[in-house]
């Protein structure tokens, strides 16, 4: 095994190697990500449907919920793993806030489902 400090400097590369290929197959996931939305729309464009494809205004909702539930999950489990007295800080007031935005999102999914059967 190789100590991570050696004169070479090869130690650290290959330390190293392993995030930096992380980051390239993020940005990677992210442009591919891009790209495809791109060509779904241009072809919605081309076949004259793409003002029928109707946006979702609730996505935000969506997105905010669940990374504050994450947020918040992990603080409250991280509390409690470090050998916390049971007071989990804003850890708690993210998750119910989380929550609540989870259960707002899924309400108006299904109010407007049932208008549109409607």
């Known amino acids: 095994m190789f100590p991570i400090q050696t004169a070479s400097g090869i130690g650290d590369a290959l ?7 992380l980051g390239i197959a993020i940005l990677g996931f992210g442009a591919v990500a891009v790209y ?18 109707d946006r979702d205004s609730r996505a935000w909702i969506l997105g905010g919920g669940l990374l504050l539930l994450a947020l ?3 603080n409250v489990v991280s ?11 804003e850890g708690i007031t993210a998750v119910f806030v989380g929550l609540a935005a989870l259960a707002y999102y899924f309400y108006k999914r299904r109010a407007a489902a049932t208008t549109a059967v409607v």
């Open 36 to 53: 495809l939305d791109h060509k779904k729309e241009m072809a919605l464009i081309e076949s004259g449907q793409y003002a029928d494809a």
């Open 15 to 21: 330390f190293f190697a392993p995030f930096v290929l």
């Open 79 to 89: 509390s409690f793993l470090s050998g916390g007295s049971g007071a989990v800080g």
């Open 72 to 74: 918040g999950l992990g």
